[in-house]
């Protein structure tokens, strides 16, 4: 929670804005949620177990945001983040992975985030003993004389710490990096079974691998390549060794439980009693049932211990364009509280997310042709008959808001971006609105050819 601690919900919302246009009312209601966050961890110890999250129903159409803004949160709070899809899970008993595994997975994306921190912290002191150990095969270092050692001796030490000081230096700058060298690495015996299914060891929280690993002595293997490579692979064992992994696991595991984020897509495929079409009498509501006590708040075993879901944040969303939020379960409507209708996108929706955001489409695009050494540029009409067309066809056949704008792009392009390695010239090359009309009108005014084109 460090990079958003001094966050408010404002300059949340304002981080947000830099990547996902409109839906202000969603945007506000995780701002709040992630300040609260914060909030809790300030209070007493008496009270502060007692604060449970607020979680957030997120309602509209695929491709307006939702998804991203649970993204863009954990990225601003740096906080573990999974998305998993509802209609994915089982009830317990049946083939298929049970909703336990989210917090599993959840919990191993927090140990990768920890461990690469303290690699970091330990890079300099890891880097500082491969360097040695590569200096120790280019030039074996003497054993310093004792008292009464003849000079020549002391000169001959003296003398070989000067040149491994000196050869570490070229080593530094990179002139050594195409020299090969032979060195010992250590060889990870692959041990384990995979087991599949809702009852494999994995969803038991067993790490077969692990445990038969740390049973069986570290083998070693000889290795023979770039200096350059060999730094880079001795540098990631040596940091593996200095890493308190004990420490890596409590820290991780604390961050799941503390500022943890879970968002549940495709809820509304699970809403209602009916059968779904996962196999013979696996119902909908059979996964509510499941999904409830970790909502709710329980403690779920995994590889790295018990790990308690109380005050892990849920976002939960769908289209509900067949079953209604109020078709959920009581128990699990009421473990979400904060409901917020996303709006589809208009045309001008379209005009800023093609434009505004740091990552916007047109950027992408000019970025990816950049490469050929060719300029493209869209002026104002292109960029307003793309979001014309984008609006048209998502009110027309199948509203998949944002993501219209790709297979449009794509369409539009594809001469483009398959002619320029070998055909186009480096030159400047400037979208029109005509130019857009001219290759998109006939698919788009043809219902048929847009279902499976556009």
Same mark, same amino acid.
């Given at each position: ?99 336990? %595994? ?153 961050? +799941?439980?503390?500022?943890?984020? +879970? ?23 059979? +996964? ?51 409901? +917020?209708?996303?709006? %589809? ?110």
């Amino acid at each position: 929670m460090n990079n958003a601690k001094n966050l408010t919900p404002s300059q949340i919302v304002n981080e947000l804005d830099k990547y996902i246009i409109g839906q202000n009312d969603a945007k506000r209601a995780v701002a709040i949620a992630l300040r609260n966050r914060w909030r809790r961890q300030q209070v007493t110890e008496d009270i502060k177990d007692e604060i449970m999250p607020n979680n957030i129903i997120l309602i509209g159409p695929t491709g307006v945001g939702k998804t991203e803004i649970a993204r863009r949160l954990a990225k601003l709070s740096g906080a573990p983040f999974i998305k998993v899809e509802a209609s994915k899970f089982t009830e317990v008993g049946y083939v298929g992975r049970d909703v336990e %595994s989210m917090i599993r997975d959840l919990t191993e994306l927090a140990i990768n985030m920890v461990r690469a921190e303290k690699t970091v912290e330990v890079e300099e002191k890891a880097t500082r003993v491969a360097e040695d150990k590569i200096l120790d095969i280019l030039i074996p270092p003497v054993k310093k004389p004792g008292a009464g050692a003849s000079e020549e001796k002391e000169n001959e030490a003296l003398q070989n710490e000067k040149t491994r000081e000196w050869m570490r230096k070229k080593l530094q700058d990179g002139e050594l990096d195409d020299k090969m060298i032979e060195f010992d690495a250590t060889a990870n015996p692959q041990v384990g079974m995979q087991v599949l299914g809702p009852m494999g060891m994995d969803d038991m929280g067993i790490n077969i691998q692990e445990i038969v690993g740390n049973m069986m002595p570290k083998k070693k293997k000889k290795r023979k390549t770039s200096i350059k490579e060999a730094k880079k692979i001795i540098t990631q064992e040596e940091a593996q060794k200095l890493i308190d992994m004990e420490e890596v696991q409590s820290e991780a595991k604390k961050r +799941v439980q503390e500022s943890g984020i +879970v968002f549940i897509d495709e809820i509304d495929k699970v809403a209602g009693g009916s059968k779904a079409q996962g196999g013979p009498d696996v119902s909908r509501e059979g +996964v509510q049932r499941d999904l409830l006590p970790i909502v709710e708040g329980s403690t779920v075993n995994t590889k790295y211990g018990p790990v308690k879901t109380d005050h892990i944040l849920f976002i939960a969303s769908g289209a509900f364009h067949i079953a209604k939020p109020s078709d959920l379960i009581p128990e699990l409507q009421g473990r979400f509280p904060i409901r +917020v209708e996303l709006q %589809s996108l208009s045309e001008e929706d379209f005009i800023k997310i093609l434009t505004i955001p740091e990552n916007a489409l047109l950027k992408q695009y000019t970025a990816l042709l950049k490469t050929e050494t060719v300029d493209i540029e869209f002026d104002d009409s292109a960029i307003r008959e793309i979001a014309k067309d984008a609006a048209y066809i998502n009110g027309e056949v199948e509203n998949i808001g944002a993501r219209r704008l790709h297979t449009i792009l794509t369409t539009l392009l594809e001469e483009i971006l398959f002619d320029v390695p070998d055909k186009i010239p480096s030159e400047k090359i400037s979208i029109t609105g005509e130019m857009v009309s001219e290759k998109l009108d006939k698919i788009v005014k043809n219902r048929d050819l847009t279902k499976y084109i556009l």
